[in-house]
C-alpha cells in the first residue's frame, strides 16, 4: 500500500516539475530534457507487462494534455514502456537481480542504471521528436533536437534518481 | 474463438501496444487536422489553473522586470493622451466615430516560442468577455488571435504558428503585404509578396492594415530586418523582426470590435463571386 502511494507521489510530483519547471528551459529552442520517463523508469520490475502499457500511455497523456500535443508524448512512452522490458534484459546481461524490486543505483549498481537511462531516453526522444519531425518535416531539426536533447535528459534524470536515492547511501556514514 | 481468445491471452502484451500506439496516432492526426484546427481542448480550466498557480509563483522573481514593463507602457500610454488631447482641441478628430474597440487586460500564465507551432495561455475567458478570434497586442506589439476560450481561460494562437498570417503594411509608402513565421526563430517572420518596384529599408516599420477587424489599423507588427531579392525578379521577400519579444511576455490585451456581430453577417451575405 505504502509503495502505491509513494508511486503516485512520484507521479503527480514529477508531472508538475516537468510541466512548471523544465518546459522553461529553452536554450536555443533544441534543448527539451524530460524528466516525467523517471515513473515509468523506477515502476517495480514485477509490474505486468499491461499494466506498464497503460501507466506508460497515461503518463505521457497528461503531458500531452498539459502541452496541447495531444498523442505525441503518449505515443513515444508508450513505446517506451514497450521496449522496459527488454531493455533490462540487454543491459542486465547475465545479471540477476533476485532482491531488487525496482530499478535503483545502489543494487544495480551506476554502471546498469546510466545504460539502463540512456536505453530507455534514447528510445523516448527518437520516437518523441521523429514524430514531430513527421508532422512538420524537419527531419533536420528533429536530429539536432535528439543528439542535444537525450544528453540533457539523462543528466537530469541521472541527478534526480540519484538526489532521491533512499537510505542505502546514507547507512555507509553511520 | 477459443483459438483467437488464446492468441489474444498470448499476445496480449504486442496486442495492447498495437492499439495504443494507433491510438496514439489517430489523435495526432486529429489534433492536427489543418481545417478543423481540433487542438484538445487544452484551454480547459484544470490545466489552466495548473499553470496559473506556477507562474503566480513564479512571478514572485520577476517582480522588477514586470515593474520595469508597467512602467515604460504607463510612459507610451501619457505619450499617447498627450497626442489625443491634441487632436481633439483640433476641429476635425476624424477617428472619433471610430473607436469601436475595446481592451481586455489579461495575464499570460503559460507561453511556448520553440514549437512548430506555439500557443499562448491566459487567464481571461467567456466570462470576462472574451471571445473567438479576437486580437491580442503586448504593449510591444501584436501577439496573435485568441483561437479558443474556456470559462475562465483561453487559448491564444501566436504569430509564432504555421498557419499564421497576418495583412499588414509597410508604413513608409502604404503597400500591402502578408506576413508569416519564418518557423524556426521565435524573432522572425517572413513577408513573401513584396512587388520589385518596391525599395525598403533596414528598419522600415510594418504595422497593421486596415484591411482585417481583428486588429485595430496601424498597431506596431516589426521591423524590416533584410530584403530578399527573388533571383527569377518576380516577387521579392523580407525578414521581419518581431516588435513583441515572445520568450518574455507578461501582460497582454485582447481587443474586441464591438461591431463585430453586425460586420460578420455583412460578410456572410455578401454575394459570392
Not at chain 1, 9 to 19: K, N, W
Not at chain 2, 41 to 50: A, E, I, L, P, S
Request: proline letters at 4%; one cysteine or more; aromatic letters at 12%.
Amino acid at each position: 500500500m505504502n509503495r502505491f502511494v509513494m508511486q503516485i507521489i512520484r507521479f503527480f510530483a514529477l508531472l508538475l516539475a516537468q510541466v512548471l519547471v523544465i518546459n522553461y528551459i529553452r536554450l536555443g529552442g533544441y534543448v527539451h530534457p524530460y524528466i516525467y520517463l523517471i515513473f515509468v523508469m523506477l515502476l517495480p520490475i514485477s509490474t505486468p507487462n499491461w499494466l506498464l502499457l497503460l501507466l506508460g500511455f497515461g503518463s505521457g497523456l497528461a503531458i500531452d494534455l498539459f502541452m496541447g500535443t495531444l498523442g505525441m508524448h503518449a505515443g513515444a512512452t508508450t513505446l517506451m514502456a514497450f521496449c522496459r522490458p527488454g531493455i533490462i534484459r540487454l543491459v542486465s546481461g547475465g545479471m540477476k537481480f533476485e532482491n531488487a524490486k525496482e530499478p535503483n543505483i545502489e543494487q544495480m549498481g551506476f554502471p546498469w542504471f546510466f545504460r539502463y537511462t540512456l536505453c530507455m531516453v534514447m528510445v523516448h526522444n527518437f520516437t518523441l521528436f521523429m514524430l514531430e519531425g513527421f508532422t512538420f518535416k524537419l527531419i533536420g531539426q528533429a536530429l539536432l533536437r535528439i543528439l542535444l536533447s537525450v544528453p540533457s535528459s539523462m543528466f537530469l534524470i541521472l541527478l534526480i534518481v540519484y538526489l532521491f536515492s533512499p537510505t542505502k547511501k546514507k547507512a555507509k556514514f553511520q | 474463438m477459443y483459438n483467437l481468445l488464446r492468441f489474444i491471452h498470448k499476445h496480449h502484451f504486442v496486442i495492447l501496444f498495437l492499439v495504443l500506439e494507433v491510438l496514439c496516432v489517430l489523435m495526432m492526426t486529429w489534433t492536427m487536422d489543418f481545417h478543423h484546427q481540433k487542438r484538445v481542448n487544452v484551454t480547459n480550466d484544470v490545466v489552466g489553473r495548473v499553470y496559473e498557480t506556477g507562474s503566480n509563483i513564479g512571478d514572485y522573481f520577476r517582480l522588477r522586470k514586470i515593474n520595469e514593463q508597467l512602467a515604460a507602457e504607463n510612459a507610451l500610454l501619457r505619450q499617447q493622451v498627450a497626442v489625443v488631447t491634441d487632436t481633439a482641441q483640433c476641429q476635425y478628430d476624424y477617428r472619433n466615430a471610430d473607436t469601436v474597440y475595446e481592451f481586455i487586460p489579461a495575464r499570460v500564465v503559460n507561453s511556448t516560442v520553440n514549437r512548430p507551432n506555439n500557443y499562448i495561455l491566459i487567464n481571461k475567458g467567456s466570462h470576462d468577455g472574451v471571445e473567438k478570434d479576437m486580437g491580442v497586442v503586448s504593449p510591444d506589439g501584436i501577439v496573435g488571435i485568441v483561437s479558443e476560450v474556456s470559462p475562465h481561460y483561453a487559448s491564444v494562437m501566436s504569430l509564432l504558428h504555421s498557419f499564421s498570417t497576418i495583412s499588414v503594411r509597410f508604413k513608409s509608402n502604404g503597400q500591402l503585404a502578408n506576413l508569416r513565421w519564418e518557423t524556426s526563430n521565435y524573432r522572425y517572420g517572413i513577408i513573401d509578396d513584396i512587388p520589385t518596384h518596391l525599395t525598403l529599408n533596414e528598419g522600415d516599420t510594418i504595422v497593421t492594415s486596415s484591411y482585417s477587424y481583428i486588429f485595430p489599423e496601424n498597431l506596431m507588427v516589426g521591423t524590416v530586418m533584410e530584403l530578399i531579392v527573388s533571383p527569377s525578379g518576380t516577387l521579392n521577400k523580407a525578414k521581419i523582426r518581431y516588435a513583441t519579444d515572445f520568450s518574455s511576455l507578461k501582460y497582454v490585451y485582447m481587443i474586441r470590435h464591438t461591431d463585430k456581430a453586425e460586420l460578420d453577417t455583412l460578410i456572410k451575405h455578401q454575394p459570392k463571386l
